[in-house]
């Protein structure tokens, strides 16, 4: 396979430049205005009046199409590119039935709190003009409520101008914190109908996203001053921007209040690990040190930490009586809807700030530097409180889940890579973060598939730069996604797919052995109806049906390296990479199976 440019796939022969003639130009000339790059789709009659209009009026560019296999990849594409970009991509869901095969990753793109303008389809809504039969299963009433509950917003215009109204707001809206897809239905009848008289569009400068809430000032002197008077604060960094001048300034503040910081592996790297204030891996659950770390504290500030309640009930489940101060610094209540629990927990709140947690850093600089008079209280001793994590005993012969993060540590150097997704198996003790695009954090809302959809989009964001960007998925998650190989492999866009391989779908392992134990049944039988086994996945092989090159299964140390060296070679090259490591069964680190 060649490196080829995104410029020269799919381009379409055109004679001339056509005006704006159809009602569904409308549409595709606002996705240009308002910068779209590219937008994601599996093909459907609904939208054909857009799709003609995406290739034959603006000639496949700005946006250019990136067609998938299935609608789950088309939101995982645009979820993955929205991670690595901090910006939108367009996704377009073929009427009702391509709008609920995609559900699930926009649910995911939901719970991860990205921007995705999303464009669906009904048929025509006049019913006159609908076809027998087809047109008909393919129309429905009010289908924004099939998706409501977990997006921002949604429209479904009637016409010219409501179709240029519903692009500018939907942008705006999904670009401004806290972002969330927004999704915008096109009848079909309103699509194919021939534009009468002017089309008069805005200048989109006048409807740019709005800028990062910021806190009161009183609410600032507030925390400053409690900075001040604590004598073991503990910063806890969740959600955050992927400007490394956001990242910098999350460090500054930190050396400055000399705080011990935290961060989520379910969140996007938001602080570097190496640093010496970052005491304890990246946290998944909480672990036995993190319980000191925070049962010492005086002073917790989360800065939009994820389910803070539900970390704090690991420490103390009445978290209404732990005696350290907490302040909670988020808006992500602007999308509590309560149909989703995505909301977590209530956590207890001393200070509760309405702010964007990048905008709030910013502000209390200045005001915890004037309080403590300039001085800096870090004194540049390291706080880190873990040992780097090594191969396990038989990497020779038999390889661990962890192994394969040891593997991409050794092998790293100087290289910039970009993980996009992270098997259960990743420790977060030997692999570190040190700068916002090293790790783009989970999938959101846990919906198996999302691995190589997300990795692809990513890469496509990140394409022609000097970033390798690198997924490991699960066997049973990578299968439910595997055909997003495809639209890599007719795209060139460079991916390595790390397929952490222990044929079995194991977190349910490990809940069958929890509840047989509590019901004194045998532990022995937690395996059947969830081995993927006999026959044995050919994981390499389905890669390469899709014109991606592959290799294994690949079984022990050395093997694993030379492989990582070879799909790094070749995604430098420009082209995607799989490589399938047989694994055995496992995680580094304890699974939760119980809420109490």
């Known amino acids: 396979m ?6 020269d796939v799919d381009q379409p022969n055109l004679p001339a430049e056509f005006p704006i003639g159809w009602k569904s130009d409308v549409a595709a000339e606002m996705l240009r205005k308002l910068g779209i790059r590219y937008v994601a789709l599996n093909p459907g009659a609904s939208y054909r009046g857009f799709h003609d209009s995406l290739v034959n009026y603006l000639g496949n560019q700005n946006p250019q199409m990136i067609m998938c296999l299935h609608e789950d990849h088309v939101v995982a594409i645009a979820h993955g590119y929205a991670k690595a970009a901090d910006a939108p991509m367009a996704a377009v869901l073929h009427s009702n039935v391509g709008l609920m095969h995609g559900l699930m990753g926009l649910f995911n793109a939901f719970c991860d709190r990205v921007p995705m303008v999303v464009i669906g389809a009904t048929g025509p809504v006049v019913p006159e003009k609908r076809r027998p039969w087809i047109d ?14 977990y997006v921002k917003w949604d429209d479904e215009p009637r016409s010219v101008e409501g179709v240029v109204e519903a692009f500018l707001r939907g942008y705006q809206l999904t670009c401004s914190t806290p972002n969330a897809p927004v999704y915008i239905c096109l009848d079909a009848g309103l699509q194919e109908e021939a534009v009468s008289g002017e089309v008069h569009i805005p200048d989109i400068e006048r409807y740019r996203p709005k800028t990062r809430p910021a806190a009161p000032a009183q609410d600032v002197q507030a925390v400053a001053d409690a900075i001040k008077a604590a ?3 503990v910063f806890m960094f969740g959600r955050g921007s992927r400007d490394q001048a956001h990242w910098d300034a999350r460090v500054k503040l930190a050396e400055l209040a000399g705080a011990s910081v935290m961060s989520s592996q379910r969140e996007r790297a938001a602080f570097p690990t190496q640093h010496g204030l970052h005491v304890l891996p990246p946290m998944g659950s909480m672990s036995a040190a993190a319980k000191d770390l925070l049962g010492a504290a005086d002073l917790i500030v989360s800065f939009d930490y994820s389910d803070l309640q539900g970390f704090l009930r690991q420490l103390n489940r009445r978290t209404g009586t732990i005696k350290a101060k907490i302040v909670h610094v988020s808006v992500d209540d602007v999308l509590h809807n309560g149909w989703s629990m995505d909301y977590f927990g209530l956590p207890p709140t001393d200070i509760g700030i309405a702010a964007d947690p990048d905008a709030f850093v910013e502000q209390l600089y200045p005001a915890l530097e004037s309080v403590l008079g300039g001085k800096k209280r870090w004194d540049g001793q390291s706080r880190r409180k873990w040992e780097p994590l090594n191969y396990s ?9 962890s192994d394969i993060e040891v593997a991409l540590a050794e092998i790293r150097r100087d290289r910039k890579f970009t993980l996009t997704h992270l098997s259960f198996g990743w420790a977060g003790r030997a692999y570190h973060w040190n700068d916002p695009l090293d790790y783009l954090g989970h999938d959101g809302g846990a919906g198996l598939a999302a691995g190589p959809g997300l990795a692809i989009g990513a890469a496509l964001a990140l394409k022609d730069t000097d970033r390798f960007v690198i997924s490991v998925d699960g066997d049973g998650d990578f299968m439910q996604g595997a055909t997003a190989l495809w639209t890599a492999a007719h795209y060139s866009i460079p991916a390595l797919f790390i397929i952490s391989n222990n044929r079995s779908n194991f977190n349910d392992e490990i809940h069958q052995e929890a509840v047989a134990k509590d019901r004194s049944r045998p532990v022995s039988n937690k395996w059947i109806g969830l081995r993927i086994d006999e026959p044995a996945l050919d994981i390499a092989s389905l890669a390469r049906s899709q014109g991606v090159e592959a290799e ?3 079984k022990y140390k050395k093997a694993l390296l030379e492989a990582l060296e070879r799909g790094l070679a070749i995604v430098a090259s420009g082209r995607p990479y799989l490589i399938d490591v047989s694994v055995l069964p496992g995680y580094a680190n304890k699974l939760v199976t119980r809420g109490d």
């Open 231 to 233: 004598k073991t604060p």
């Open 136 to 149: 008909w299963i393919h129309t429905c009433k009010d289908q924004g409520a099939l998706l409501r509950n």
């Open 552 to 554: 294994g299964p690949v």
């Open 393 to 401: 005993e038989r990497a020779d012969q038999v390889l661990m889940p």
């Open 2 to 7: 060649q490196n080829i440019k995104m410029s």
